[in-house]
T-cell receptor
Framework: GAVVSQHPSWVICKSGTSVKIECRSL??????MFWYRQFPKQSLMLMAT?????????EQGVEKDKFLINHASLTLSTLTVTSAHPEDSSFYIC???????????FGPGTRLLVL | AQSVTQPDIHITVSEGASLELRCNYS??????LFWYVQSPGQGLQLLLK??????LVQGIKGFEAEFKRSQSSFNLRKPSVHWSDAAEYFC??????????FGDGTTLTVKP
């Protein structure tokens, strides 16, 4: 149990385009989802926390207009990188947590390359 | 504010040898502690977690960790390392319904 999927697993796009990444909890209801960014050989940097049906809470320094997060259902959250630029290239990982649970379950990640 | 320190950036052990990865945390209350493993290009897999009770917790893949409040530590151990254990290991501290803070990770290399 507690499986989280992400789609796509990797994406290459041109600078200036927008990219949407999906995060799904497959066998549980995720009341909270987290989006992280990870640079090579570095730890996870929390970008935002989203609760189902609410606006996402962004960490300091993360541009909310750049990284649009939607958590419209208990099993799906999306991250849209708008007007992507090469510096947005990174590994994006989502995690999901059920109601009053302590443990986050992570997706496999999405590698974004912006040319 | 909560924080996690993993003092060892890189550890190399021989296959079959024992392993200990260090983790120190800073947290104002009783912490929820986690160890995750990440293979290259993959997400994070939960190895084990501590919330309360017995301070020695068992996890998957033969890993265990011991919570020592007096030392603010939650070190990960395995008695005999396998080549497949080579990966990045992250310690994390969090709270119920709150955010988790991750350490910078320790890269484990296993020599044949």
């Amino acid at each position: 149990g507690a499986v989280v999927s992400q789609h796509p697993s990797w994406v290459i796009c041109k600078s200036g385009t927008s990219v949407k990444i999906e995060c799904r909890s497959l066998d549980f209801q995720a009341t909270t989802m987290f989006w992280y960014r990870q640079f090579p050989k570095q730890s996870l940097m929390l970008m935002a926390t989203s609760n189902e049906g609410s606006k996402a809470t962004y960490e300091q320094g993360v541009e909310k207009d750049k990284f649009l997060i939607n958590h419209a259902s208990l099993t799906l959250s999306t991250l849209t990188v708008t007007s992507a630029h090469p510096e947005d290239s990174s590994f994006y990982i989502c995690s999901a947590r059920g109601h009053e649970q302590e443990t986050q379950y992570f997706g496999p990640g999405t590698r974004l390359l912006v040319l | 504010a909560q924080s996690v320190t993993q003092p060892d950036i890189h550890i190399t052990v021989s296959e079959g040898a024992s392993l200990e990865l260090r983790c120190n945390y800073s947290y104002g209350a009783t912490p929820y502690l986690f160890w995750y493993v990440q293979s290259p290009g993959q997400g994070l897999q939960l190895l084990l977690k501590y919330f309360s009770g017995d301070t020695l917790v068992q996890g998957i893949k033969g890993f265990e960790a011991e919570f020592k409040r007096s030392q603010s530590s939650f070190n990960l151990r395995k008695p005999s390392v396998h080549w497949s254990d080579a990966a990045e290991y992250f310690c994390a501290v969090g709270a119920l319904a709150g955010k988790s803070t991750f350490g910078d990770g320790t890269t484990l290399t296993v020599k044949p």
